[in-house]
């Protein structure tokens, strides 16, 4: 049949071509396939009544018209039958119509076929390869093939070809190509600049991408949302406030593209009153509030804490999507209020929207706040049942849960599963270890991170945990040892919270003076947390020397804490101090300074349902 024979010879020249890794097909399947439709398109073919064509003009015409109306695979293989039957060589229309259908490995054979394919061809399958199928790798080798052939890539052809680079973080090749732009006279070209510098930007060249931006002689809303859109998405959201200021100063009105990434970088800066006017700018202008620009909204008001604000834009969309549940639900979780989170997660499982991992993580982060285990099971089950488990962020936040839950061995039980970790999921562990008493197997699990890690190195989050374990296993000549590890073996510079694990370590070992010495060391200001445990350590070994300079530095930082007083003034009573337990006592009421009254929290009934008094 003459389908079949066009399929096997194609794919048989095609697989032995180098440049053709791409094409993943069995000819075989595809032989039988297309047998099948060589059947149904000569029934087709009747009610077509192409007999009636004699002209073979319109007969091409007629084939061409119903080709832009085929709403299937099936039916451009139908047409495809009878242009072969036909002798009708009109590849380049074919392979636009199978793009549009997405159909990959039908579109890659027909190219190949295609004996000398042209800058159309190409300009059309490389458009193709990275927005249909985001095959980026493959639109940039496709790309090279073109070049080889000795063909002309032109502005239809760079900003897919940068798109991919993109995607790819290829700046090498970004930059190459971008020089064979220049050459030409393309980078003057609008939809060349602005693939331009998404590129850049993707890579993180953000100098580059601005200076792309600065030389376009008449930019249009395109570029502006180009250079804010890449400023916002690669955090630099004091940039694209600055840029979206100037381009209001400009007088150009934005678009939802530009909103959205504005809202960004509202949320990433705290700035609640630019947030506040785009939401203003929405409704004076009747924007739809659609999936998109909602869900940007909730997510600026829930980094800016204005949940109430949040809530609202919620609550007045009428149709929610999953990220837009997403956007509240972590927004509640992000800052603490885990029942309303838990409450949420359930209203939206009765809507019956089937929860994500984006869910499932902000739902464990409520659980392990109010320690509502039973729930946080649920969500381990259900992750479980949807190949969810083994994604790194959902494993990482079932360990933080489980052991915010006091359930240890089930964290373990996670971690040992998990097919792939990073530094955040062997930080979880051992910090999970070390806060639930079991300090020797956190330190076990550091020297197995250490030899077995892979990519996975111990950093400065990872020290906190061990140091930890040793303050609380109060094993002060291991503490000592991993503090001097971390610069000797490992380049980290120790931070503020490293020294304040050093001192509570030597508080609680008794060893004030070591302590103080560490306190003296520390890069930045102590913080009064530190200074209070060793204030509270001198307390219990009378020492008045060093809590003499506690106390100093306290009164200096926390003037108005009633318990740095009354702890001072007990230090000096137990040594039988009196004038100087006086003293302290007048200079919290001169400075007047009130002792906070104790209090208690009870949760009443389940946790994830409490109220608290």
Known sequence: MMFSKWVQLHYTTITNTPSAGFVSVSWRVAIHVMEIMLLRAKAYSRHLAFTELNDPSLLREKLLSLLKKCPSTKTVQQIHTQMLINFIQKPNFLLIRIIDLKDFNYASLLFHQISRPNEYAFNVMIRGLTTAWQKYSHSLKLYYQMKRLGLKPDNFTYPFVFISCANLLALNHGVSVHSSVFKIGLDEDDHVSHSLITMYARCGKLDSARKVFDEIRERDLVSWNSMISGYSKMGYAKEAVELFGRMREEEFL?????????????????????????EGFVVKNKMDLNFYMGSALIDMYGKCGALVSARQVFDAMVNKDLVTWNAMITAYAQNGLSNEAIM??????????????????????????????????????????????????????????????????????????????????????????????????????????????????????????????????????????????????????????????????????????????????????????????????????????????????????????????????????????????????????????????????????????????
């Open 344 to 613: 949420l997660f359930n209203r939206m499982k009765y809507a019956g929207v089937n929860p994500d991992k984006i869910t499932l993580i902000g739902v464990l982060s409520a659980c392990a706040s109010i320690g509502a285990l039973d729930l946080g099971k649920w969500v381990d089950k259900y992750a479980s049942q949807r190949g969810l488990r083994h994604d790194i962020f959902v494993a990482t936040a079932l360990i933080d849960m489980y052991a915010k839950c006091g359930s240890i061995d089930d964290a373990l039980k996670v971690f040992e599963d998990m097919p792939v970790t990073n530094e955040v999921s062997w930080n979880a562990m051992i910090s999970a270890l070390a806060f639930n008493g079991r300090a020797h197997e956190a330190l076990l699990l550091f020297e197995r991170m250490s030899k077995e890690g892979g990519a996975a190195r111990p950093n400065d989050v990872t020290f906190i945990g061990v140091l930890s374990a040793c303050v609380h296993a109060g094993l002060v000549d291991e503490g000592r040892r991993l503090f001097d590890l971390m610069s000797s073996s490992f380049g980290l510079i120790p931070k503020s919270e490293h020294y304040s694990c050093m001192v509570d370590l030597y508080a609680r070992a008794g060893h004030l003076s070591e302590a103080w010495d560490f306190v003296e060391r520390m890069p930045e200001k102590v913080d009064e947390i530190v200074l209070g445990a060793l204030l509270g350590a001198c307390q219990k070994q009378k020492n008045t020397d060093v809590s003499q300079r506690v106390m100093q530095l306290l009164l200096e930082i926390e003037s108005s804490n009633s318990g740095n007083y009354v702890i001072s003034s007990k230090i000096f009573a137990n040594l039988k101090m009196w004038d100087d337990s006086a003293k302290m006592r007048a200079l919290m009421r001169e400075k007047g300074v009130c002792k906070t009254p104790g209090c208690s929290w009870i949760g009443i009934d389940d946790p994830k349902q409490s109220n608290w008094k």
């Open 254 to 278: 934005p678009d939802e593209i530009t909103l959205v990434s504005v809202l960004g970088s509202c949320g990433d800066l705290g700035d609640l009153v630019l947030g506040k006017w785009v």
